[in-house]
């Protein structure tokens, strides 16, 4: 069993018995095999020296109990971890910053505490997943949607803290931006409540997210000055129907038009998210002696394949919710300005789906497009342990698009090997005024070699990135500290004041040390 | 400040000189002034409805209800205008218009807008 | 001259030397008569010693300058007390909440440094005005709308770190809720960029609010963390057109299921603030008709007997406006789709086609017409509410004092604070514009808010009286779990200790943050309820 | 652990013979948090990651859904629920408790040969 680092023996067996007082034995969990659990399955770094383990873990019933498992932990300077479900794969899973840490694993606060469907929102506890919510409000026949990521076992607090996002309409894909007040046990074990919750008795907590004075929700977010064991919600009412239209349009320079089109849209409340692809992705092998073109293939090429193949340059997935008759008016309407924009372009109409839906339509519908949660982003990844992310947030504009694409397929080529890039990628969507051009890199848990290689690339992508003025927004805790380092505006002066901060609400260091590259005052110079 | 002080000063001040600014005030400058910094309260052209009632600009609209017709609601109509009492009214604010600041309406601004309040006064005599 | 506390006249004499280094001796004001120009002209205190005023005040030009003036304020511990436009009236306006600080007057900055019509953004300095962000764009003809509160002469910066609000569709109302990337002067003096704006080089500052980390930016807004001097906002962009259409329910319970279908299509975001009434109970703020009068006459009628009313009245209970924003088909199909919903929900609804127009309208009609903040033209036409008017003729007030109770969006959470408000003003002798009619204000999306709006003067005796009505309104509600969102630094304090959750506990938290972020206390001590260590025990 | 040992412990596990009692109300629990835990990648109906991965791997040999199989035995389910398998991550005890994880192998192996009978493994 790892010790804390900065732990006595003596000490962690005394909190160890301190913790089974507030949690009660099967909370607290030490065996070596029950601490494996722990690891993060998508590790970067896993089974070498500097992969992050977890000393132990606790799992506390109640925000009294996180409380008083806190105070122990502020006695003995032990560090620790919260994790709401643990299950953010690609961005670290239930596994801490700082090994030797002590996770909190608030799986077990699952209490689904109010759903209204009249003023259309949610108050949930850590362990609550999208599952859970979903089917909470569906065994009641709530008449309201949850907005929810690709892993339906997520938690919707959880993933709202670390900026996660979804695929309906652009104010509920960003959950914590739709987030609304919130509980948080504080480093010293204070409770602290947000926004309205702060008045006794508050009868819209869940309703007005600002309170009286500075909102100070966010720096729970990325951040370790609490752990947050209530968030509340602002749901969308169900709506009548939905419907998509593919959207195609003929020629490469056609994406700066698209892109400015759809976001006029998707910025009026007109439609939900985006879904951008190239249906020349297919066709690389067709196009390798072009692709292969010193600076990339000549758009009037690509043009001219695209034309003898009667396929499209880009299309675009267009969702459209509402009444029928409006997502008639709707479509109508996008047809009529995109074919005036862009000469040459077609439409392809999906069914319209009125809700409730039958079970064939549920079987065949994008399910995270309509608020039901599920794994489905879990298939078609054969061949590999794992997956890291990388994240970068760009301009939403064809022609940061298209550099996007220049620049990181150069990263690729100096670095040999399989390009995850090519003149055809497009961007994720979730952000309301932002792209992410996200990549997948490989993980293995047998070939040290593949997390090497993978570790050496996002080092690299990161710093490439930065030069261009692209941050990441979310990153496993292994590249923290790199995707920190970008944000250096003025000596990094955020990044001081993010450290201010911690060392006077967390004067100890006992919280999530290294998160989002915040480290306590005395590891400070450990980081990466 | 009693209400019959600030009336007081606003007769003191209203009689005092008003040649304080150092290049002469432009009556054209002042209408600049005038559209940025007064027509949305005290215009001529009302809205067909008000947000939260009233019918008219509310500046306007407090003239007509205090002067019932007596001089005009509308303040560029008005020739009984004295430069102390413009530069009063813009630097104390009266009932709800309120103060206005130098970052705002500097000094010499001021001047142009009392040029031009005053402008009928001036050649009417 | 107020000196600011604890600084010797000599001090303050030397800073304000350093000071008119800094910024030009002309941008700094310290005669009685320029710091006057800072009182607050709606104070609930005017001319009394608790009359909050200024020691001096201070305007500089550019962000550099800012940081100058705080590193002096620092040197001699003076407290600083940053405005933007300074017209949150009835909240402040340009005065400090520490009497004898020195106001840091952002007017000068105010330079629009983007509006991107293709991303739908703009980036701004504090001393910008709706006003000028709008002539920028109608004079470009750029295809955004704003979101305007109905102070025209506000800054975006500014309304939105005092939580303000707007007229169009939900995400835009919020206008703390739709910035995006900040850039902040701190109490040391050090700039710092947030959101993807720490990213030096960032090409999407104003495209993505979050960066990596946690968000600072909710501490600048309502509080005294730091002197914010560019903002990024979110635009809409330009709807085709603009339809209203009104409906009314025939009974006094249909209340609730019309906010449940309202809010239904406020919350999938397709209209902007609706716009409840009701024929029968008079307008806002309006004293009820006779026969209601007489109705409640002997006490708050019941459910049923007010159902009697409303039968014999023989009028509908209650109205809601909706606007509709996009291109022309899709708002006549949203209002086609309206009238069916509503009339499934609410039997007897029935309903009223009100304007529909072009957008962008043409310059030569913005005069005439109504409701501009609606189409995000800022105008001051809400300060004919409490202008000189009919019923004010001979004793118009000097100002007023603003309470907003934050009450659930649900008919009976209405009828209570009606009731509540009622009750609290008849308490005070005072007569009371509520009935059982009254209606609520949309602002933020998901809450009501039940309005109080206190008159305040420049006559002590009476500001008393409003003081006295103000705090017993702020007890009442505190006491069934109904905040307010803004207030003036008269009662900032007081509102501060209804969010007192767990001992106050929140705002321990955010004292421990203040200390460690302006260890000197310089800035804006006690905004927001928020002290010093140095001073936490002078809090009202 | 590589890949190779973690593939002979596997094995060494699907060939010990273990006494596991048998009793409805353990199926039903097992049912159900096998619907809770597992169906979401692993369940019968379309889009099921883990059904999809199994089809391919097994190319028709063996049923591509979990709950259709007769050849699972208490060790492997144990095994992989508290190891993972390729992008399948394993799984904590505040998830799948003990006994819930005895459940849900009581569920799954209800229609395997019993220790002793020889394992109908489809070839």
Known sequence: MAIPPGVSNRDWQTALQQFVQAVGESGVFTSDEDIGLYRDAYSPLWEEPEERLASAAIAPTTTEQVSEVVRVANRFRIPIFPIATGRNLGYGGSAPNLSGSVVVDLKRMNRVIEVDDRRHFAIVEPGVSYFDLYRHIQDRGLKVWIDCPDPGWGSPLGNALDHGVGYTFGAYRDHFHSHCGLEAVLPNGDVIRTGMGALPGAKTWAEYRYGFGPTVDGLFAQGNVGIVTKMGFHLLPAPEAYQTSVVTVPRRNDIVPLIGLVNELEHAGLIGQPGYGSPLAARRADLEELLKRPGGPPAEDLDRFAQEQKLGSWTCRLQFYGAPAVIAAHIAYAKDRFTRDIPGATFEDGELLRFPLTQEQLDSVRKVAVGIPNLAAFGGRRGSDGHLWFAPVIPKTGEAVLEAQRVFMDVFARRGGPALISPFSMPATWMYRAFVFLMGFPISRSDVTVNQRTRETMREIIKVAAEHGWGEYRAAPAFQDDVMAAYSYNNSALLRLHETIKDAIDPNGIMAAGRSGIWPRHLRGRRA | MRRAMLFLLLCVTGAAPSAVAQTAPSDKNGKAVFDKWCAPCHGAVAPARGMFGGGALPGTAALAVKYKGRVPAVLEERSNLAPGFIRTVVRNGVFGMPITRKTEISDAELEDLVAYLTRKSARGG | ?540 | MNRVFRVVIACVMLSASAAYAQSDATRQKGNEVFQYWCATCHGRGAGMPGTIALTAKYKGALPGALEDRTDLTPQAVRFVVRNGAAIMPFFRKTEVSDADLDAITEYLVRRSPQPGERANTGR
């Not at chain 3, 002197?227 to 990024?232: A, D, L, P, R």
């Not at chain 3, 009501?448 to 009442?476: G, K, Q």
């Open chain 3, 1 to 540: 001259m107020v000196l600011p506390p604890n600084v010797s006249e000599a001090d303050f004499s030397a800073a304000l030397g350093e000071f008119r280094s800094a910024v030009g001796a002309d941008w700094v004001f310290s005669s009685d008569a320029d710091v006057a120009l800072y009182r607050d002209s709606y104070s609930i205190y005017w001319g009394e010693p608790e009359e909050r005023v200024a020691s001096a005040a201070v305007a500089p030009a550019t962000v550099e300058e800012v940081q100058q003036v705080v590193r002096i304020a620092n040197k001699y511990r003076i407290p600083l007390y940053p405005i933007s436009t300074g017209r949150n009236l009835t909240y402040g306006g340009s005065a400090p909440t520490l009497r004898g600080s020195l106001v840091v007057d952002l007017k000068r900055m105010n330079r629009i440094l983007a509006v991107d019509e293709k991303r739908h953004f703009a980036l701004v300095e504090p001393g910008v005005s709706y006003f000028d962000l709008y002539n920028h764009i109608r004079e470009r003809n750029l295809e955004v709308m704003l979101d305007v509160p109905d102070p025209g002469w506000g800054s975006p910066v500014g309304n939105s770190l005092d939580h303000g609000v707007g007229y169009t569709t939900a995400p835009f109302r919020d206008h703390f809720g739709s910035h995006c990337g900040m850039e902040v002067v701190t109490a040391e003096g050090e700039i710092i960029r947030t959101g993807t704006g720490a990213v030096p080089n960032s090409d999407n500052w104003q495209d993505f609010h979050y960066g990596a980390g946690p968000t600072i930016d909710g501490l600048f807004a309502q509080s005294n963390f730091g002197i914010v001097t560019k903002m990024g906002f979110w635009l809409m962009p330009m709807p085709e057109a603009y339809l209203t259409g009104t409906v009314t329910v025939p009974r006094y319970q249909d209340f609730d299921p019309l906010i449940h279908e309202v809010s239904y299509w406020e919350d999938l975001g397709l209209i902007g603030m609706p716009d409840y009434g009701s024929p029968i109970g008079g307008g806002f703020f309006a004293p009820p008709p006779a026969a209601l009068a007489a109705l409640m006459a002997s006490g708050w009628p019941s459910i049923d007997a007010l159902e009697r009313f409303v039968g014999v009245e023989a009028r509908p209970a209650w109205s809601v406006r909706l606007h509709f924003y996009g291109p022309e088909e899709t708002v006549r199909a949203n209002w086609q789709a309206a009238k069916r919903r509503f009339s499934g929900a609410i039997p007897g609804a029935a309903f009223q086609d009100g304007e529909f127009l072009r957008l962008p309208i043409p310059p030569e009609q913005e005069p005439t017409l109504p409701d501009k903040p609606r189409l995000g033209i800022p105008s001051l036409e809400v300060f004919a509410m409490v202008a000189r008017n009919p019923s004010t003729a001979n004793d118009p007030a000097d100002g007023h004092a603003d309470f907003f109770a934050m009450i659930p969006r649900k008919a009976s959470a209405v009828w209570e604070a009606a009731r509540v408000m009622f009750e609290t003003y008849r308490e005070m002798d005072t007569p009371a514009p509520y009935n059982p009619f009254s209606t609520p204000i949309n602002y933020y999306s998901r809450c009501f808010i039940m309005a109080a709006v206190v008159p305040t003067w420049r006559d002590p005796a009476r500001n008393s009286r409003s003081r006295e009505l103000f705090a017993r309104i702020m007890d009442r509600c505190a006491e069934r779990g109904w905040g307010c969102y803004r207030t003036a630094p008269a009662f900032q304090d007081q509102l501060a200790r209804t969010y007192s959750f767990n001992n106050n506990a929140l705002l321990r938290f955010r004292e421990k943050l203040k200390d460690s972020i302006d260890p000197n206390g310089i800035l804006s001590p006690g905004r927001y309820g928020i002290w010093p260590a140095s001073m936490r025990n002078t809090r009202a």
